[in-house]
């Protein structure tokens, strides 16, 4: 039987969430408590890029598939509960990779790499964001083939979706990333 740590003396973990399919890479570097269950750690991710959490998600790790099951759908039998199951379960050591999937239409792919697992620290109260590049793409832009077809539209104005493209996202540069938004947006996370 696994003895429970207290907070003080739970490990950090430094993770990295790599977009998949997308150069130069939209990434983020986080730091969470290692008993942060894969349903938080969903709200993480949708925190840091930042999603909107419109879709349906799953963390694949090897051959197994978390997610939030939904009650007598055949396809997602074999799925386990994601809010049973702490990231130290399925990333016990340094360098542990596994996917987290959002949206299954546009199929937006990040790779999370366990960098560091670093000591206890009863001062992170939340997950912290250190550090990242480039913005996500837009919900619903149509995967990365339909982000590049986003960004060629944007930045060519006698492109014929252009104007159309602008107004429905509004301003939007893909070179930026707000460390500080994504760190008012983790704060709310409990």
């Not at 969470?32 to 879709?55: C, N, S």
């Not at 509960?81 to 016990?92: D, F, G, H």
Request: aromatic share 8%; proline share 9%.
């Amino acid at each position: 039987m696994a003895v429970k740590k207290t907070p003080d003396e739970v490990p950090i973990y430094q993770l990295k969430i790599t977009l998949s399919k997308i150069r130069p890479p939209i990434w983020r570097r986080v730091l969470v408590r290692g008993d942060t269950t894969l349903l938080k750690l969903h709200k993480i991710v949708q925190a840091v890029m930042p999603w909107e959490d419109y879709h349906l998600h799953q963390f694949i790790v090897g051959d197994e598939c978390y997610s939030i099951p939904l009650p007598g759908d055949p396809l997602h039998g074999d799925v386990k509960n994601e809010s049973r199951v702490k990231l130290s379960q399925i990333a016990p050591a340094e360098k542990a990779r596994f996917i987290y999937e959002y949206d299954f239409g546009d199929s937006w792919v990040h790779e999370i790499l366990v960098e560091k697992i670093l000591p206890p620290d009863p001062a992170l109260k939340h997950p912290v964001c250190a550090a990242g590049k480039r913005s996500s793409p837009p919900e619903d832009c149509g995967g990365a083939n339909g982000y590049y077809m986003f960004l060629s539209a944007i930045s060519d104005p006698d492109h014929p979706e252009h104007e159309s493209m602008l107004e429905w996202v509004g301003d939007f540069d893909p070179e930026r990333f707000d460390m500080e938004e994504a760190n008012r947006l983790l704060s709310r996370i409990k």
